[in-house]
């Protein structure tokens, strides 16, 4: 069981937006900025957003991070069948004092 | 180009010992925390041990303290992690990340742990 739940599964139409949500606690996303991964099958993870909201060079801006609270979310806009993967949040937890990431998400574009 | 390569992993028996090792490449290896991150087949990802740039921090996820260690040499931009008394349970790719929370990680290398 995680320290950050995320919704097992999300799909959308091609063209849609999702939003994949990642619920943590005051130990971690309500003191500790977020970073969400993109993980295709039998590859490594590759980094979408850090510190909440911010998109390394050649992330497209379909992708967003917010958070709020204890909570953080990614959204992805205009939705392409080459975004279907598997997405993570992760954070550092200051009660546990390791990094937590959330059980993964699974976007299917319908 | 900023890359992280492992190595090291493969088969050994319950209660045997694994060296990976990862050489970085493209970036200033000794400026930034390291990382091993591992998954296991069909789950999600897990974080197992950081440490800091120069050795004189290191964390570990509770399920490995005390089996693994974590080491680095800056001379040869170059992150360890010994695996120790490994269990089935620890059966994972493991990977390599640049920082405490990753932002940019290696392919990977597979541990199968199993008699």
């Known amino acids: 069981q995680s320290v950050l739940t995320q919704p097992p599964s999300v799909s959308a139409a091609p063209g849609q937006k999702v939003t994949v949500s990642c619920s943590g606690s005051s130990f971690n996303i309500g003191y500790n900025p977020v970073s969400w991964y993109q993980q295709f099958p039998g590859t490594a993870p590759k980094l979408l957003i850090s510190d909440n909201d911010k998109r390394p060079s050649g992330i497209p801006d379909r992708f967003s991070g917010s958070k709020s609270g204890t909570s953080a979310t990614l959204d992805i806009t205009g939705l392409q069948t080459g975004d279907e993967a598997d997405y993570y949040c992760?954070?550092?937890?200051?009660?546990?004092?390791?990094?937590?990431f959330g059980g993964g998400t699974k976007l299917t574009v319908l | 180009e900023e890359q992280l390569v492992e190595s090291g992993g493969g088969l050994v028996q319950p209660g045997g010992s694994l060296r990976l090792s990862c050489v970085a490449s493209?970036?200033?290896?000794?400026?930034?925390?390291m990382s091993w991150v591992r998954q296991a087949p069909g789950k999600g990802l897990e974080w197992v041990a950081n440490?800091?740039?120069?050795?004189?921090?290191?964390y570990y996820v509770d399920s490995v303290k005390g089996r693994f260690t974590i080491s680095r040499d800056n001379a040869k931009n170059s992150l360890y992690l010994q695996m120790n008394s490994l269990r089935a349970e620890d059966t994972a790719v493991y990977y390599c990340?640049?920082?405490?929370?990753?932002?940019?990680w290696g392919q990977g290398t597979l541990v199968s742990v199993s008699s």
């Open positions: 992760g954070v550092w937890d200051n009660r546990l004092s390791v990094v937590v």
């Open positions: 493209g970036f200033t290896f000794s400026s930034y925390w």
């Open positions: 990340a640049r920082k405490g929370l990753p932002d940019l």
């Open positions: 440490i800091k740039q120069d050795g004189t921090q290191i």
